[in-house]
């Protein structure tokens, strides 16, 4: 008997999920459903490369896209429902059409979206950075030469995205409304690092800055940005605003369906969201059995490792198989100016954060991340090898100090 | 089997280096290094999941 697949997402999750049911032994139909007419593209180039020249969406096409796979993907089109019980998704297509998709097994993967700033909609000049529309928007704001482009939100997005307009020779403010950037996610110092890689790049860094309001003219019907008033007080003229204030996950449609939503689809630590029900990607929620902590990941190879998961949980449902807990280390890479940061791991700012390789007045280390006498997170700037081997060993749960010994022996 | 890498695209974060260690060196000049450009066909697993997780596309492999 061949059963349907149905993916809801077709970028980096879904279409991973998608091609590992297909490889690994899915006979019957994989639909793939998605509104972005583009979707099956990479994100990470949107806020660099893309950004930066003058390139086509098709050199950032996912590899999956390229592979003839079989599947049947429906872009223009939106899940809008889902139904356990009659194990069927409702849609809407981009030109108004109504219908519904029935599936045996679902994988959902619709990730998330970027927040704005309210009150903002339909204000010319004003950016966010998720979708090759917004980069391609952005770029050509960019390619008018503004005076300044103000940053807000001095997250990783942010920090790109300033970086490239640097490159384009732009003058960049970037305000940020912590009093470090990144606190959370690399703790106080690194955060402080982060944000002299930018001062060193001529950026004007305002920290514990907010914004107050933007400042907009009117002209021939269109209302366009001309500065940011900012809460310290200042007025900074600007072209260009980019919001990089991070993300609220896609999960409105999933209301009322009987699916746990918190901040995500809740999972059980094999990506199961219900019998037959899988998420995957920036959208799932688990538990992490090696960090005892609740994850939403919304790294790049996370995304990958899910979908291929979620496929095979799904897999191994049918076919009566043991299903395999999901608990890899991420690991995350950030490229701003020439700096290659990157992160395995996930430390929390109260973890003990101890510079074990290199200078961090140069730009060139490694910081080791210690809670509970256990290493949770190894962080290089310029030093990709280093993470990459010192992965491992969180992966092997080995003590702080032993780690940090391996590593300043490297 | 032969292992491809377009060093035009390669960046050098080292992901293949994690995955296929046998195979891919990232050292400290920053530059990667194809240690085995044919490897025995017991590697292409590992070959094939650097290829996925590589995230500037540029390994690819060649049958001949
Ligand atoms: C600008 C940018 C730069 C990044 N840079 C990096 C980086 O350098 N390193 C790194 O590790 N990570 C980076 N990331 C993060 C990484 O790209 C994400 O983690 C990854 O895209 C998550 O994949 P996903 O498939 O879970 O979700 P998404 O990529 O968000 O895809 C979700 C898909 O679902 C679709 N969808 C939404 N709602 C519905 C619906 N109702 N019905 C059907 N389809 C729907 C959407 O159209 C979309 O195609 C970056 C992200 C962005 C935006
Ligand atoms: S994973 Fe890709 S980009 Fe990274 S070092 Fe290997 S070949 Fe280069």
Same mark, same amino acid.
């Given at each position: 008997?061949?059963?349907?697949?149905?993916?809801?997402?077709?970028?980096?999750?879904?279409?991973?999920?998608?091609?590992?049911?297909?490889?690994?032994?899915?006979?019957?139909?994989?639909?793939?459903?998605?509104?972005?007419? %583009?979707?099956? #593209?990479? %994100? !990470?180039?949107?806020?660099?490369?893309?950004?930066?020249?003058?390139?086509?969406?098709?050199?950032?096409?996912?590899?999956?896209?390229?592979?003839?796979?079989?599947?049947?993907?429906?872009?223009?089109?939106?899940?809008?429902?889902?139904?356990?019980?009659?194990?069927?998704?409702?849609?809407?297509?981009?030109?108004?059409?109504?219908?519904?998709?029935?599936?045996?097994?679902?994988?959902?993967?619709?990730?998330?979206?970027?927040?704005?700033?309210?009150?903002?909609?339909?204000?010319?000049?004003?950016?966010?950075?998720?979708?090759?529309?917004?980069?391609?928007?952005?770029?050509?704001?960019?390619?008018?030469?503004?005076? %300044?482009?103000?940053?807000?939100?001095?997250?990783?997005?942010?920090?790109?995205?300033?970086?490239?307009?640097?490159?384009?020779?732009?003058?960049?403010?970037?305000?940020?409304?912590?009093?470090?950037?990144?606190?959370?996610?690399?703790?106080?110092?690194?955060?402080?690092?982060?944000?002299?890689?930018?001062?060193?790049?001529?950026?004007?860094?305002?920290?514990?800055?907010?914004?107050?309001?933007?400042?907009?003219?009117?002209?021939?019907?269109?209302? %366009?940005?001309?500065?940011?008033?900012?809460?310290?007080?200042?007025?900074?003229?600007?072209?260009?605003?980019?919001?990089?204030?991070?993300?609220?996950?896609?999960?409105?449609?999933?209301?009322?369906?009987?699916?746990?939503?918190?901040?995500?689809?809740?999972?059980?630590?094999?990506?199961?969201?219900?019998?037959?029900?899988?998420?995957?990607?920036?959208?799932?929620? #688990?538990?992490?059995?090696?960090?005892?902590?609740?994850?939403?990941?919304?790294?790049?190879?996370?995304?990958?490792?899910?979908?291929?998961?979620?496929?095979?949980?799904?897999?191994?449902?049918?076919?009566?198989?043991? !299903?395999?807990?999901?608990?890899?280390?991420?690991?995350?890479?950030?490229?701003? #100016?020439?700096r290659k940061i990157q992160l395995s791991g996930r430390p929390e700012a109260t973890d003990i954060a101890r510079?074990?390789?290199g200078s961090v007045d140069e730009f060139r280390f490694v910081t080791m991340y210690g809670r509970e006498g256990?290493?949770?997170?190894?962080?290089?700037?310029?030093?990709?090898?280093?993470?990459?081997q010192l992965r491992g060993l969180i992966e092997e749960g080995a003590s702080f100090d032993e780690a940090c010994?391996?590593?300043?022996?490297? | 089997?032969?292992?491809?890498?377009?060093?035009?695209?390669?960046?050098?974060?080292?992901?293949?280096?994690?995955?296929?260690?046998?195979?891919?060196?990232?050292?400290?000049?920053?530059?990667?290094?194809?240690?085995?450009?044919?490897?025995?066909?017991?590697?292409?697993?590992?070959?094939?999941?650097?290829?996925?997780?590589?995230?500037?596309?540029?390994?690819?492999?060649?049958?001949?």
């Amino acid at each position: 008997m061949t059963s349907t697949a149905v993916v809801v997402g077709a970028s980096l999750a879904g279409m991973h999920a998608a091609r590992t049911l297909r490889l690994e032994g899915h006979e019957g139909d994989i639909i793939v459903l998605d509104p972005d007419l %583009r979707a099956q #593209y990479d %994100r !990470p180039p949107l806020s660099k490369q893309f950004l930066a020249e003058d390139l086509d969406p098709d050199r950032i096409m996912l590899q999956s896209a390229r592979e003839d796979l079989g599947l049947d993907v429906r872009l223009g089109t939106r899940a809008t429902a889902l139904d356990l019980a009659d194990r069927r998704i409702a849609t809407q297509h981009l030109d108004g059409s109504l219908d519904s998709v029935p599936f045996d097994s679902l994988v959902i993967a619709t990730g998330a979206a970027a927040r704005r700033l309210p009150d903002t909609a339909g204000i010319a000049g004003v950016h966010v950075v998720r979708t090759v529309d917004d980069s391609l928007a952005l770029r050509a704001d960019l390619d008018a030469g503004p005076r %300044r482009v103000v940053v807000i939100g001095a997250g990783f997005i942010g920090g790109e995205v300033a970086a490239t307009c640097r490159g384009r020779g732009l003058e960049v403010t970037l305000a940020e409304a912590m009093p470090v950037p990144l606190e959370r996610a690399l703790g106080a110092a690194m955060g402080e690092v982060c944000a002299r890689v930018h001062v060193e790049h001529g950026v004007d860094v305002r920290l514990a800055t907010g914004v107050e309001r933007l400042d907009t003219v009117t002209d021939g019907g269109v209302e %366009r940005v001309v500065g940011v008033h900012l809460t310290d007080g200042s007025l900074v003229e600007a072209d260009v605003v980019v919001v990089g204030i991070g993300v609220s996950v896609n999960t409105g449609w999933l209301e009322g369906s009987g699916l746990t939503l918190d901040d995500g689809i809740v999972c059980d630590d094999t990506l199961l969201a219900a019998p037959g029900v899988a998420a995957a990607g920036d959208i799932a929620r #688990y538990h992490s059995r090696r960090f005892d902590r609740s994850f939403r990941i919304e790294h790049w190879e996370h995304a990958i490792a899910g979908g291929e998961a979620a496929a095979r949980r799904l897999l191994a449902e049918q076919r009566g198989e043991a !299903p395999a807990v999901f608990d890899p280390v991420p690991w995350f890479w950030s490229d701003q #100016y020439d700096r290659k940061i990157q992160l395995s791991g996930r430390p929390e700012a109260t973890d003990i954060a101890r510079v074990v390789h290199g200078s961090v007045d140069e730009f060139r280390f490694v910081t080791m991340y210690g809670r509970e006498g256990r290493l949770v997170g190894v962080l290089g700037m310029n030093r990709p090898r280093h993470v990459i081997q010192l992965r491992g060993l969180i992966e092997e749960g080995a003590s702080f100090d032993e780690a940090c010994a391996r590593a300043e022996a490297m | 089997m032969r292992v491809v890498v377009d060093f035009d695209l390669c960046e050098s974060n080292a992901v293949c280096m994690g995955i296929a260690p046998e195979i891919f060196e990232v050292r400290d000049d920053d530059f990667l290094y194809v240690l085995d450009e044919n490897p025995p066909e017991s590697m292409r697993a590992k070959l094939e999941e650097s290829v996925q997780r590589c995230p500037k596309q540029a390994i690819s492999i060649a049958e001949d």
